[in-house]
């Protein structure tokens, strides 16, 4: 069996919502401006990251990475702990 984890915050269990306005403003630095560009440069559907922003669910941590390659930047600028 494979574990998997989630992009949560460790003290409290709760999963990080993928920070909005960071996510936007590092599409935006590569061309991606509406939310179909958006969830194209990041490799995952408009509703996955719908939901990620959301905090309705939170991504893999493979899918985190992914995202995070993608936009040039870490998995901690997008999905903060506060």
Avoid: H, Q, Y
């Avoid at 989630?6 to 993928?18: F, H, M, N, Q, T």
């Avoid at 401006?33 to 958006?38: D, Q, S, V």
């Avoid at 959301?54 to 600028?77: F, K």
Wanted: hydrophobic share 45%; with cysteine.
């Amino acid at each position: 069996m494979v574990a998997t984890s989630r992009v949560i915050d460790a003290p409290s269990g709760k999963e990080i919502p993928l920070n909005r306005a960071a996510f936007i403003r590092l599409c935006a630095a590569k061309g991606a401006n509406t939310e179909a560009e958006r969830a194209a440069l990041a490799g995952f559907d408009r509703g996955t990251i719908r939901r990620w922003i959301n905090g309705d669910s939170s991504p893999l941590m493979s899918a985190a990475v992914t995202v995070a390659r993608n936009l040039d930047t870490t998995i901690d600028e997008l999905w903060p702990v506060k």
